[in-house]
């Protein structure tokens, strides 16, 4: 069974930075695309960031570019979300999500974690 485990969230101050890790069990990162998503109350889930399932290319949305930066560590088969200079707008559940393709994951990823809350706040 695939799964993936969000963790790192907390509360945090505008301004602030938090690093999100999701940790893949039951089957290898090194074969699969990774994405990062958010959803806040009220709005639509919003895609943040992927990486490719060869590579380490990484791609991001216009609301985060120059603020957060998506790795992977093949070696703890883990995806990382370095979040810097947090807005109060960065409010919400953080998800990361896996499928075999970049196109895929972005469209329709077919696992996802539980998520894990961030709220920036002063």
């Known amino acids: 069974q695939k799964h993936l485990a969000e963790s790192g969230g907390g509360l945090v101050q505008p301004g602030g930075s938090l690093r999100l890790s999701c940790a893949a069990s039951?089957?290898?990162?090194?074969?699969?695309?990774i994405a990062w998503f958010r959803q806040a109350p009220g709005k639509a889930r919003e895609g943040l960031s992927c990486?490719?399932?060869?590579?380490?290319?990484?791609y991001y949305s216009d609301s985060v570019k120059g603020r957060f930066t998506i790795s992977r560590d093949n070696a703890k088969n883990t995806v990382y979300l370095q979040m810097n200079s947090l807005k109060p707008e960065d409010t919400a559940v953080y998800y990361c999500?896996?499928?075999?393709?970049?196109?895929?994951?972005?469209?329709?990823?077919?696992?996802w974690g539980q998520g894990t809350q961030v709220t920036v706040s002063s």
């Open positions: 999500a896996g499928d075999s393709s970049l196109s895929t994951v972005v469209r329709g990823p077919g696992y």
């Open positions: 990486v490719g399932s060869t590579d380490n290319h990484a």
């Open positions: 039951g089957f290898s990162l090194v074969n699969s695309a």
